[in-house]
């Protein structure tokens, strides 16, 4: 069980109560508070990470049972925050939650829910895991929804194959060993050298 001795208890609930309140709510107030009263970085993630309802969701479950985007988005920020834990109940991750969520919603919903889904494979949830019955996030959505359906396809072959993808600036140097290619002397004039500044691309941090 998380350590939440570190938090003082508001009007008789305990912060892991509290803290459940503020995921199935969606009080990113009163989630900041709870956060910022931890005595440290590891302290929080252990408290975020290791609370449970009577039920056995953790936290995040509780969040995405619900679609709560604003609550789900801070505790994605939080470093050392576990992105797939397993219930008790069903073996779910959060995805798998979260795609129960939009299969119950209406169509507006449903269309936010796939942004959701989104935002939560890139923070690192793996789609690839399989809950008690056997069954990944995508083999629990409405066929009807093909969007999300597909997102989370796409996602799980991406995840397994992230090995296979070469960035692409890892082909920026290709010509440059044939001297009869890009780099030859009829392409640059090496007097001109230092008037020349190659393109740097981006990156994220």
């Known amino acids: 069980m998380a350590d939440t ?18 995921c199935r709510m969606n009080n990113t107030d009163l989630l900041a508070s709870i956060i910022e ?11 975020l990470n290791e609370t449970k309802t009577v039920m056995g969701n953790h936290v995040y479950h509780e969040a995405a049972l619900r ?10 920020d939080q470093e050392g925050f576990e992105c797939d834990p397993i219930n008790d109940r069903d073996g779910d991750t959060p995805l798998h939650s979260v795609v129960r969520w939009i299969n119950g919603s209406s169509a507006q919903e449903k269309e936010a829910g796939t942004g959701l889904v989104e935002m939560m494979l890139e923070a690192g949830n ?11 996030a995508a083999e629990l959505v409405d066929p ?18 992230h090995d296979d993808f070469v960035d692409a600036g890892d082909y920026a140097d290709v010509g440059d060993d044939d001297p ?6 009829s392409d640059f004039d090496i007097s001109k050298k230092d008037d020349h500044k190659p393109a740097v691309n981006g990156t994220s941090e």
Request: proline fraction near 3%; aromatic fraction near 2%.
């Open 5 to 22: 001795s570190d938090i003082n208890a508001d009007e008789g609930a305990s912060p892991a109560q509290l803290l459940i309140e503020a």
């Open 37 to 47: 009263k931890c005595t440290s970085v590891e302290s929080a993630a252990k408290l």
């Open 67 to 76: 679609g709560n985007w604003d609550v789900i988005d801070m505790l994605l």
């Open 126 to 136: 793996d789609p690839r895991v399989r809950n008690k019955a056997n069954l990944k």
């Open 144 to 161: 009807s929804n093909k969007d999300l359906k597909t997102l989370l396809e796409d996602s799980e072959y991406m995840t397994a194959h």
């Open 180 to 185: 009869t290619g890009s780099n030859s002397d």
